[in-house]
């Protein structure tokens, strides 16, 4: 079977609402693209970010963009806290420079993941209570 694609609109309704909430300013939604992908034959990844690197950059005389791509199969199997957990792991690879590269997994590990996650979720705690 090969790759097919499409926009994850669900996917981004939660990447905004996990920027505005943890306050990801240096995030520019705008050039962040989240897209499902269909046919992986990959069994364990859920999510990847893909940058657009210098190079492409100035070929293309463009700014710097972002992929965040959902595997269908692994990703739409999950709780909607896993969902955003996801989401918050693959946004945490944005570096605060915005500038095509990746903040790696010694920064992007599973205890900062949980944390933010955490911090999400009280957030959002507070919000509904008011």
Known sequence: MSMRYEIAYDVKEMAEDVVKVLEMEHIDLSRVVFIRSFG??????????????????????????????????????????????????????????????FRHHDWVNSRNVKKMTKEYFRRKREIFKL
């Open 40 to 101: 992986s034959s990959s069994k364990r990844v859920l999510a990847r970010c893909h940058g657009l690197g210098k190079i492409w950059q100035k070929a293309l005389g463009v700014k710097p963009h972002y992929i965040i791509e959902v595997i269908a199969e692994n990703f739409d199997k999950l709780s909607h806290k896993e969902k955003v957990e996801t989401v918050i792991h693959e946004l945490m690879h944005i570096p605060k420079s915005f500038g095509g590269g």
